[in-house]
């Protein structure tokens, strides 16, 4: 039996970034997955540090969006109608936390922790050398219609006011010349100037790790689900024999209930599903910053392996088959907006974002265990804060003063 200070359960962006925080403090940390390091949500995301995300994305709440969802044919939204029943209890509460003048209130927390993203990033990617896979050219809504258009700008001089958000208005011409691929149907886009991209989000993930493991942090293979108390501390078992720690780290994503509903905790936890697929740019097509095709709902970004077009939000059970449509119904339109060649990936790539009715993260000591920590729920933004979670978790773990006040997203609020 093998020793450890923590264990941290679940090797995407989220426990690599509070296992490579906890070894940076000196705790000797094992970090467990059962499959490899960010092969689940961390591998196949869009890529953005959203510098600019203080509002996390809500239930819509005009009449008009509501039913293009009900009619279940958009390409931002889709849902099975046989996950709804089940679904239905969440969709309230996050409905009502939706409502304008909470949802205002949430984004003036969660804007807490957005504000630490780019620096935090920074910190561990120039320490792991990976500051390679990091773009700094912010990213871009683009607009077909002016309705849009108004709205979004009009949103983000309100961000720019209350949060200090920078932006730059592009009218068509501008954006045709620093995107001259994009076929002329826009008349203009918002770019979003502070963000950061990634080319290849399980790159930097396995570059934090392979940091974590040059300050001798530990990964191995191992089942969540075994974890048990022993003592004051936790046990598990691995492929490499079981490992008894003081603490333990529930960083599973979208399958943390596996642990906390075994541990007797009934915590609101939902996801949003979403895909991708690569394509090939046709002969000599460059994109050169993350786009939003924001009318019709999907996204493309420039990665190492080629355009990584991902999709919005799919309301199913997490284990559901899979139903790629809103790929399907995106890429003819993404063909037109811009030069795809072929598809790169035999399937596409299926995710699930891991959510809470609040849209906020759960991050803190667990209510009724001792040494038992969370850190989950980051829905669409766990790429952006996975390292400011690192660094807040450890610093409570360590007994430190936290840089940014936990309370918003103790557990203990649901
Ligand atoms: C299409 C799409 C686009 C996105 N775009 C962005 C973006 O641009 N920016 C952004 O910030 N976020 C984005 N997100 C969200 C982001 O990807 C997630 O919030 C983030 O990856 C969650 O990280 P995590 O570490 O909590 O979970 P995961 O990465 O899912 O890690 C959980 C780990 O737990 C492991 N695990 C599961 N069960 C067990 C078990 N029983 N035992 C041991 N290990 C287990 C899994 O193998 C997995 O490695 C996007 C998500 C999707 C789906």
Redesign the pocket.
């Given at each position: 039996m093998k020793n450890a200070d923590a264990l941290v359960?679940?090797?995407?962006?989220?426990?690599?970034c509070v296992a490579l925080h906890l070894q940076k403090r000196g705790r000797s940390t094992v970090l467990?997955?059962?499959?490899g390091?960010?092969?689940?949500?961390?591998?196949?995301?869009?890529?953005?540090?959203?510098r600019e995300?203080v509002y996390p994305y809500g239930f819509p709440h005009d009449f008009g969006a509501l039913l293009r969802y009900g009619l279940n044919r958009t390409i931002d939204a889709h849902y099975h109608p046989s996950a709804i029943p089940r679904l239905t209890p969440f969709l309230w509460r996050y409905w009502k936390h939706s409502r304008p003048a909470r949802h205002a209130a949430i984004a003036r927390s969660y804007a807490k922790l957005i504000e630490h993203c780019i620096s935090e990033h920074d910190a561990l990617a120039a320490e792991a050398g990976a500051q390679g896979l990091l773009r700094r050219s912010g990213w871009m809504k683009l607009f077909r219609t002016a309705r849009e258009r108004d709205a979004r700008l009009a949103e983000a001089e309100r961000w720019h006011r209350e949060f200090g958000l920078n932006h730059r208005a592009l009218d068509a011409k501008t954006l045709q010349a620093l995107e001259p691929h994009l076929a002329p149907v826009l008349i203009g886009a918002l770019h979003w100037t502070d963000p950061v991209?990634v080319t290849d989000?399980q790159g930097l993930a396995l570059a934090y790790l392979g940091l974590f493991e040059r300050l001798g942090g530990r990964f191995v293979q191992?089942?969540?689900?075994s974890l048990e108390a022993e003592g004051n501390g936790w046990r598990l078992r691995t492929v490499d024999g079981p490992i008894t720690a003081a603490a333990a780290v529930v960083?599973?994503?979208?399958?943390a209930d596996?642990?906390t509903r075994a541990l007797g905790y009934d915590l609101p936890l939902a996801v949003?599903?979403?895909?991708?697929m690569h394509y090939r740019p046709a002969g000599r097509a460059t994109l050169g910053h993350?786009a939003l095709d924001t009318e019709r709902g999907y996204?493309l970004?420039p990665m190492r392996r080629g355009i990584r077009l991902?999709?919005?939000a799919e309301f199913a059970l997490r284990d559901a088959i899979r139903t790629p449509v809103q790929l399907g119904r995106a890429e003819p339109i993404a063909r037109e907006l811009f030069p795809l060649a072929e598809r790169l990936d035999t399937e596409p790539w299926?995710?699930?974002?891991?959510c809470t009715p609040d849209m906020m993260p759960i991050i803190g000591k667990a209510p009724r265990h001792a040494n038992l920590w969370f850190?989950?729920?980051?829905?669409?933004?766990?790429?952006?804060?996975?390292p400011v979670t690192g660094r807040l978790v450890s610093e409570m773990m360590a007994g430190e003063a936290p840089f940014v006040d936990p309370s918003p997203y103790r557990p203990e609020r649901f």
């Open positions: 359960l679940g090797a995407g962006i989220v426990g690599v467990v997955d059962r499959r390091p960010a092969e689940e949500t961390s591998f196949g995301n869009a890529g953005l540090i959203q995300g991209s989000p191992g089942n969540a689900a960083a599973l994503g979208p399958w596996v642990v949003k599903r979403g895909y991708h993350p996204f970004a991902t999709t919005g299926m995710g699930a974002r891991p850190a989950f729920g980051h829905a669409h933004h766990g790429l952006t804060l996975g």
